[in-house]
Each structure stands twice: as structure tokens, then as C-alpha cells.
């Protein structure tokens, strides 16, 4: 007896894009630099730097969502929408912060918990999806059930605490965003061996 429904993404969908993916494998690399990069800057940041962290932030959510819709344009599976959404949301988040930076600092400073916990629901999804064509899928499923821990803990603080910390995991969340890009270019780099 044969199933009539049809998986989200089916193995060879995701063969297929991580394929067309590899002659670009250098794209993660760059970005996986950058957002390490960027991590480092973030963590030697003191308090006074609000407006700089809300511009960094901004950066780092434009940056997310271009990726987020290169992976829709490229995809040609069901989850086509799913990454087309959060690259929008991730873009339009993007141009508030660096629009208004303070307020940013203080919103993001406000939800980010609920911030972390959306970002690592996203990265687990990832993880889950890309896991026929990805033999490190479980990196994405470790960073991103980190990220939803570091969401619940974050969320039981104060203000004062959150604004403190939101330096500190901003950072922490460029620098897993980082590893996993680089260690995905070099996953879609031997992809141009099969």
C-alpha cells in the first residue's frame, strides 16, 4: 500500500537545491565569516553602545533575510513560502532597527526571548528539512535547540538584564549563525563531487 501524501520536501527536491547550491558553496563561507565577525564585534561592545548594536542588529537581520529569500528562489519544494516569509520579516525588522537604532536596542532588549525562541523554531525546521541531503543536519538541530533554551532563560529576566544580555547574545547568535554557515558551505562544497 502506497502513501498518497507527499512529503514537505522530498529527497531529491533537497539534492536538488543543495546541488545548484554548490557552485555557490563560497557564499556561505563569506557569510559565515562575516557573521563570526560581527560576533566579535558585538562582544566587546559596553552599554553605551545602544545605537551601535540596533545598526548591527539591523545589519544582521537584512543579512538573514536575503539569505533566507536566496534559499526560496532557489528552492523548489513546498517550503518555498516558508523561507520567502521569514526573509521578508527578517528584512523589514532589518530597515527598523537601523532606522531607529535606540528604540530597537530597547524593543529587541523587551522580546528577546521571544526572538531567541523564533529563531531557533526556524533553525530546528531547518535542520529537519534539509536532514535527507544534509549529513550535518544535526548541527543546525544543536544550534537551534540551544538558541530555545537561551530564549526560555532569557525571558525569566528583568529589563535591565535583558538590555545587558541582549549584547552578549546578539553576539552569541551571530557566532552560531557563523559556524553553522561555514560548516554548511563546506558541506555544499562536496556536493560538487557527486
Same mark, same amino acid.
Given at each position: 500500500?502506497?502513501?498518497?501524501?507527499?512529503?514537505?520536501?522530498?529527497?531529491?527536491e *533537497?539534492?536538488?537545491?543543495?546541488?545548484?547550491?554548490?557552485?555557490?558553496?563560497? @557564499?556561505?563561507?563569506?557569510?559565515?565569516i562575516?557573521?563570526?565577525?560581527?560576533?566579535?564585534v558585538? @562582544?566587546?561592545?559596553?552599554?553605551?553602545?545602544?545605537?551601535?548594536?540596533?545598526?548591527? #542588529?539591523?545589519?544582521? !537581520?537584512? *543579512?538573514?533575510?536575503?539569505?533566507?529569500? !536566496?534559499?526560496?528562489?532557489?528552492? +523548489?519544494?513546498?517550503? %518555498?513560502?516558508?523561507?520567502a516569509?521569514?526573509?521578508?520579516?527578517?528584512?523589514? +525588522?532589518?530597515?527598523?532597527?537601523?532606522?531607529?537604532?535606540?528604540?530597537?536596542?530597547?524593543?529587541?532588549?523587551?522580546?528577546?526571548?521571544?526572538?531567541?525562541? @523564533?529563531? +531557533? #523554531?526556524?533553525?530546528?525546521?531547518?535542520?529537519?528539512?534539509?536532514?535527507?541531503?544534509?549529513? $550535518?543536519?544535526?548541527?543546525?538541530?544543536?544550534s537551534?535547540i540551544?538558541?530555545?533554551?537561551?530564549?526560555?532563560?532569557?525571558?525569566?529576566?528583568?529589563?535591565?538584564?535583558?538590555?545587558?544580555?541582549? $549584547?552578549?547574545?546578539?553576539?552569541?547568535? *551571530?557566532?552560531l549563525? +557563523?559556524?553553522?554557515?561555514? #560548516?554548511?558551505?563546506?558541506?555544499? %562544497?562536496?556536493?560538487?563531487n557527486?
Amino acid at each position: 500500500m502506497s502513501s498518497t501524501t507527499a512529503a514537505p520536501f522530498s529527497d531529491a527536491e *533537497a539534492t536538488n537545491v543543495l546541488t545548484k547550491m554548490s557552485n555557490m558553496w563560497w @557564499l556561505w563561507l563569506v557569510t559565515g565569516i562575516a557573521w563570526i565577525v560581527i560576533s566579535l564585534v558585538i @562582544l566587546q561592545f559596553e552599554e553605551s553602545s545602544v545605537n551601535t548594536i540596533g545598526i548591527l #542588529v539591523g545589519f544582521m !537581520f537584512l *543579512a538573514t533575510g536575503v539569505q533566507q529569500l !536566496f534559499f526560496a528562489s532557489l528552492s +523548489g519544494g513546498g517550503l %518555498r513560502w516558508f523561507w520567502a516569509i521569514f526573509g521578508v520579516l527578517f528584512i523589514i +525588522g532589518g530597515f527598523v532597527a537601523i532606522l531607529s537604532p535606540a528604540a530597537t536596542f530597547a524593543a529587541i532588549a523587551d522580546i528577546l526571548g521571544f526572538l531567541f525562541l @523564533l529563531v +531557533g #523554531v526556524f533553525w530546528v525546521v531547518d535542520a529537519f528539512t534539509t536532514k535527507a541531503a544534509n549529513s $550535518l543536519w544535526w548541527l543546525g538541530l544543536i544550534s537551534g535547540i540551544l538558541m530555545i533554551l537561551l530564549a526560555f532563560w532569557t525571558s525569566a529576566q528583568t529589563f535591565s538584564q535583558r538590555a545587558v544580555m541582549l $549584547l552578549v547574545f546578539a553576539g552569541i547568535w *551571530a557566532m552560531l549563525h +557563523g559556524i553553522t554557515d561555514v #560548516v554548511r558551505a563546506f558541506m555544499v %562544497r562536496s556536493l560538487r563531487n557527486l
